[in-house]
């Protein structure tokens, strides 16, 4: 990603040592789930956390996949890259149990999955068919509640667990359709897993970028307009990038954040905020 004047560092090179950001982060070890490509949101993620010291195990959706992936989780220096579809019956578990065999422990994990067939997620929410809602709500917001079932008992002295959603969680966007209610209910998961896991200073959060030019993000209906829709309306009429996401997930996973849980965080230079 190329830097724009006056704004941030894109992404530290975590295997050039001068790039590292810092160690606030050494001795922890986590997931990172939703590596597509180098622009995925979880890439910025991974490489942020990576750059702050932590340790990584990273997954990829399947054999397609893995030769985009597979290269930049050895960049960062991935002990653990592991093959993981949610809807592939007993591959999550496997993916908890390896680190479970070679950690012993997790301290985050950063899901940043979601998908709806290409139908339901074109068509208006009235239409969309029940499987459709079905497979989304699965992918989308199950497989997180299903992340933190398995994460809990290796979190043994408390640990993060982070997800992404988007503004059209809260406010009806043009064309986000059947994602909005899915991702509603993801946040809503949030709140509830953050209370019901407290006890074991477990943290929860929903981190919810603006529109980001992700693969992902390029199956929803009219994606430019809405891009450049948001760059008029952001206060600083640009988007934020994966690693301006990447540095408030690393400050989420840290004990900078130890006092905040349960939240929606958003990360989109304050489009939110404008009516």
Wanted: with cysteine; charged share 20%; hydrophobic share 45%.
């Amino acid at each position: 990603m190329s830097e724009q004047p006056g704004r941030p560092d894109a992404l530290a090179t975590a295997q050039d040592p001068e790039s590292l950001v810092g160690d606030t982060l050494r001795g922890l070890r986590g997931l990172v789930v939703g590596i597509a490509n180098e622009h995925s949101i979880a890439y910025g993620c991974a490489s942020k956390l990576s750059g702050f010291g932590a340790e990584l195990a990273i997954t990829y959706l399947n054999e397609k996949a893995e030769r985009y992936v597979r290269p930049l989780a050895q960049e960062l220096g991935a002990e653990l890259i592991l093959p993981l579809d949610v809807e592939q019956p007993g591959q999550m578990e496997a993916v908890f149990d390896r680190i479970a065999a070679e950690w012993g422990r997790l301290d985050f994990v950063i899901h940043s999955i979601a998908f709806a067939p290409r139908d339901d997620l074109h068509g208006r929410v009235v239409d969309c068919s029940l499987a459709g809602f079905q497979q989304a709500m699965a992918v989308s917001c199950h497989s997180f509640i299903a992340m933190a079932r398995l994460a809990e008992p290796l979190m043994k002295s408390g640990g993060s667990l982070l997800t992404m959603s988007y503004y059209g969680a809260d406010k009806v966007v043009n064309n986000y359709n059947i994602m909005g209610p899915v991702k509603a209910a993801l946040e809503a998961s949030v709140r509830y897993l953050a209370a019901e896991l407290a006890d074991d200073n477990i943290r929860v959060f929903a981190v919810s970028p603006g529109p980001l030019k992700t693969r992902a993000a390029s199956g929803i209906a009219a994606f430019d307009e809405l891009v450049d829709a948001a760059v008029r309306r952001t206060p600083a009429h640009h988007l934020v990038d994966i690693a301006e996401v990447g540095r408030v997930v690393a400050f989420l996973v840290g004990t900078a954040a130890s006092g905040m849980t349960g939240d929606t965080i958003y990360v989109d230079g304050g489009l939110h905020n404008v009516a």
